[in-house]
């Protein structure tokens, strides 16, 4: 149960933006997508790139710490979201096989 509640503590103190500009993740994130679209996984590469675009969308949006919500943000993160859901949901199940 340590070992659990250790990670957890690890993720939330965990910077992703900082951890998404390593050059080792970024040549993980490309390979993974070039292998994706090389096998014609285009649901797999969508993915790929929603979860890449979802991490700065939080980041720049949605509150920190003890920040108030602002109507501007929550609308921008809000729509933004809508659309990379709407990605997911085209490439997994009606572009898909």
Do not use: H
């Amino acid at each position: 149960m340590d070992r659990i509640s250790s990670l957890i503590n690890q993720m939330r103190e965990l910077d992703w933006v900082t951890a998404i500009q390593n050059p080792y993740v970024i040549a993980a994130i490309v390979v993974l997508l070039a292998l994706s679209i090389w096998r014609k996984a285009y649901a797999a590469a969508a993915l790929i790139v929603v979860t890449v675009a979802f991490i700065p969308l939080t980041y720049y949006t949605l509150p920190k710490g003890e920040e108030e919500l602002d109507v501007a943000k929550v609308a921008i993160f809000a729509g933004c979201s809508t659309i990379l859901g709407g990605i997911l949901i085209y490439f997994g199940f009606v572009k898909g096989k």
